[in-house]
Structure formats: C-alpha cells, structure tokens
C-alpha cells in the first residue's frame, strides 16, 4: 500500500501569480491545510499548502514554487496528496481510515473471499464501495450495517453480508 493517501485535487488556476483553486476531500474543508508538507502530483513534492482565500465551494491556495499562472494550469486536475503518518492516530477500536479499507480482501458470510476493495466514493446520499471480484467484474455496496460485517484492519479483511442482490 502506497504511504500517500490522496486529500484534493487542483482545480484551475487563479490569477497570475501561480494561486489555484482546489476541491478537499478532508472531512472540513480547510482542514488540508492543516497536514504539512504535501505533495502536488509528480513535480510539487513536500512543498507548503498556503490558503489565499475560500470562494463559494472551492478553497484558493499558494505554494511558493509555483509562482505564475502557467504553473498553475500546468497541476490542473492534478492530485493533492499527504503522507500517512502525517493522520493524527486513532485510538478506539472499530475506527479507521477509509484509506486503510482500500485494496482490502472482502469476505461474505460463509468466509469466502468474493474480491478486493477497490475504491470508496459518494455520490450524493451514502458512501459507496466498489469491489472487484476475481473475474474483474465491478460492483458497488452501501456502506451501512446492513452490509458491512466488520472491518479488520490488523488482518486487512471487509467482512460483509447480505450482498448477494448486489453481484
């Protein structure tokens, strides 16, 4: 697993002076701020998130190596990422990150393994997990408790239930 979990994303440039606008994924938005250095896709590594300003449902931001807008357009759509150990610890039982349920291996009621995690997202009313079995084929439970059993991160198994009307 990858020690880089990915917290926004570039998207567009502001101004002329390299500022840019960026989507967190962070639980509060201004929270990205909030993790040190970052990484910017593949050229900006460990450098300085800096807020500028919020605009309705973006946030503006600055890092010093990027200083005129064509830098700017150059990082559009690109990730933002953190390293792991830059996460405050999590001291209760049964809490995680959902960077730690990814890649995952699902197991059903009767202990078979039946794919692997592949993603998390939400798309408006809960959050989602999209599976791949072992054919490749792709496909999406609620994240509730009516389907996840239980999640061991120390064995790295997403035990579910009642998923067969979702096959």
Do not use: W
């Not at 909030?34 to 800096?50: E, R």
């Not at 005129?68 to 049964?94: C, H, L, M, Q, Y």
């Not at 239980?150 to 064995?155: G, Y």
Request: negative net charge; charged residues 30%; hydrophobic residues 35%.
């Amino acid at each position: 697993m990858s020690d880089l979990v990915v917290i926004g994303k570039v998207s567009s440039a502001r101004g002329l002076k390299g500022q840019f606008k960026i989507i967190s994924y962070t639980k509060n938005a201004e929270d990205i701020f909030n993790y040190g250095p970052i990484t910017i896709g593949d050229k900006y590594i460990d450098v300085q998130l800096s807020k500028v300003s919020t605009t309705k449902n973006l946030l503006v931001a600055s890092v010093h190596e990027i200083d005129t807008r064509e830098k700017a357009e150059d990082i559009i759509n690109n990730n933002i990422t953190v390293k792991t150990d830059k996460f405050p610890e999590i001291s209760k039982d049964g809490q995680y990150y959902y960077y730690q349920i990814k890649n995952m291996k699902v197991m059903d009621e009767s202990c078979k393994i039946i794919g692997e995690v592949t993603n998390i997202a939400n798309y408006g009313a809960n959050d989602v997990i999209e599976i791949t079995d072992e054919n490749k084929k792709t496909f999406f439970v609620p994240y509730s408790k009516n389907v996840i059993d239980e999640v061991d991160v120390k064995n790295n198994i997403l035990k579910v239930k009642n998923i067969s009307d979702y096959q």
